[in-house]
């Protein structure tokens, strides 16, 4: 009894293997897309829109650098000779250097 028993559910183990299931395979149904048909006649020309609003008006520009210095100017012309001076009464004028500073 033994064998049998083994036998038979080796039998129907086997049995079971070979069978395929059948695959299931679905087909879509295809989506209606939509034609467009010839164009239609051009509509009216519209009104003309309105005037824009004027613009805001520019922030005042930054204060320009100093400009070059200008050239030297002409030499002015050459004074007039001097009146002759008071002669002197005969005395001697001693004239003294500028003192020298210390040394330090």
Do not use: Y
């Amino acid at each position: 009894m033994n064998r049998t028993f083994l036998i038979s559910a080796m039998f129907a183990s086997l049995s079971l293997v070979a069978c395929d299931r059948a695959t299931v395979v679905s087909v879509p149904t295809p989506v209606p897309v939509a034609v467009p048909g010839p164009a239609g006649p051009s509509g009216a020309t519209g009104a003309t829109g309105s005037t824009g609003s004027t613009g805001a008006t520019g922030v005042t520009g930054a204060t320009g650098g100093q400009g070059a210095t200008g050239g030297q100017g002409a030499t002015g012309d050459q004074g007039k000779t001097g009146a002759t001076g008071k002669t002197g009464d005969g005395g001697t004028v001693i004239v003294l250097p500028p003192a020298s500073e210390p040394a330090k």
